[in-house]
């Protein structure tokens, strides 16, 4: 071997000898500093939160950095998993028309517009079977297993076109197909009571949106899953279709 191929290689090992050497050094450095850098960083906390005033936008953080909630931000769900309980109402006044004595006229009327998951409403149609029916806000899987469930994109309750609420063939909506034409069907909610007569039955494919759809004229659809009798998933849905025919709207009292 020559005497240069000889000092390359004794050089490179004597570099590799110091880069490992270094790697060692910073490794025990950061070991030794790392429990006092720890320790500063809770020090540093501790006499943030024990000067009075401190800044609140520093103390959010904080906060959250040692999983500490505020009381006046933290969530109270029991009533319904989707809003808090001291959400407060959506109220709004709105126009109506109303028959007196025979004439029609426009008068104020309060609703109260519900939260996604909210109980809106209770549905019967006593020919039928169906008795006190629980509506809830929504068309969720969690709220289908609740009782019925309004679709959100239809008219609210009360308003002119289409109202659409849905229910499971096996629970809630398990009677719906003992609805026969010139049945009576009530829909009441905290602002108002709407009874309809049943107008027609459908039998519709799950990819028709034709009876969910906004509509002119002002009526309430019902549907469940349609397995000709049969319990189960289906691919077809079963529609009854009412026409309102009497209105009354109650008084609302709001908190102030």
């Given at each position: ?51 009075k005033p401190y800044n609140e936008y ?40 109303v028959e007196d004595q025979g004439q ?54 009360g308003r002119p076109g289409n109202v ?93």
């Amino acid at each position: 071997m020559s005497s240069k191929s000889s000092r390359n290689k004794q050089g490179h090992s004597a570099h590799g000898h110091k880069k490992t050497s270094s790697s060692k050094v910073l490794r025990a450095v950061t070991y030794v500093l790392t429990p006092f850098l720890m320790l500063a960083l809770l020090c540093g906390a501790s006499v943030l939160t024990l000067t009075k005033p401190y800044n609140e936008y520093v103390k959010k953080y904080v906060d959250t950095a040692f999983g500490d909630v505020s009381p006046d931000v933290k969530s109270v769900r029991t009533l319904n998993p989707y809003r808090d309980d001291d959400a407060p109402l959506q109220v709004r006044e709105i126009e109506v028309e109303v028959e007196d004595q025979g004439q029609k006229k426009t008068e104020k009327a309060t609703m109260i517009y519900p939260y996604y998951g909210d109980r809106y409403a209770t549905l019967n149609c006593e020919a039928a079977g169906m008795k006190d029916i629980p509506v809830y806000s929504g068309q969720n899987n969690d709220i289908l297993e609740w009782g019925a469930g309004w679709y959100n994109g239809s008219s609210y309750i009360g308003r002119p076109g289409n109202v659409v609420i849905a229910g499971h063939n096996h629970t809630y909506f398990y009677y719906l197909p003992n609805c026969q034409v010139g049945d009576i069907v009530t829909l009441e909610t905290d602002y108002c009571k709407i009874t309809y007569t049943v107008r027609e039955r459908v039998v519709f494919h799950e990819t028709d949106y034709t009876y969910v759809f906004p509509t002119e004229d002002d009526r309430l659809t019902l549907y469940t899953c349609w397995n000709n009798g049969y319990l189960g998933m289906s691919e077809y849905r079963l529609a009854i279709i009412c026409d309102p025919i009497k209105t009354e709207w109650k008084e609302v009292e709001v908190d102030q």
